[in-house]
Nanobody, 119 residues
Framework: QVQLVESGGGLVQAGGSLRLSCAAS????????MGWFRQGPGKEREFVAR????????YVIDSGKGRFTISRDHAKNTVDLQMNNLKPEETDVYYC????????????WGQGTQVTVSS
């Protein structure tokens, strides 16, 4: 089992930056990818970015390209999401999750961290 804990959320003005971090514990050697998602009230959970744990191959959604960077630190067992030039519509709870292997569903969801972007 992998346990995930998110941190780094907060209140920021539009155009500002936040760095979210997801700390993994447990069987961290036994998963394939870690990802970030977000969800607001009454909205579907939306995929934001993911990174392969071993290769660091990364992908960010189109709306985040050029503004969001996902990175991982093997030594600390963390995956960070650097978000720049934030927009009010990106106010959501941000969650991290893992994929155990290729094609597996995302799981081991963290408790989430609130990001609020004021206009």
């Amino acid at each position: 089992q992998v346990q995930l804990v998110e941190s780094g959320g907060g209140l920021v003005q539009a155009g500002g930056s936040l760095r979210l971090s997801c700390a993994a514990s447990g069987r961290t050697f036994a998963f394939y990818r870690m990802g970030w998602f977000r969800q607001g009230p009454g909205k579907e959970r939306e995929f934001v970015a993911r990174i392969n744990w071993s290769s660091a191959n990364a992908y960010v959604i189109d709306s985040g390209k050029g503004r969001f960077t996902i990175s991982r630190d093997h030594a600390k067992n963390t995956v960070d999401l650097q978000m720049n030039n934030l927009k009010p519509e990106e106010t959501d709870v941000y969650y991290c999750a893992v994929q155990i292997c290729v094609g597996a569903p995302w799981g081991s969801w963290g408790q989430g961290t609130q990001v609020t972007v004021s206009s």
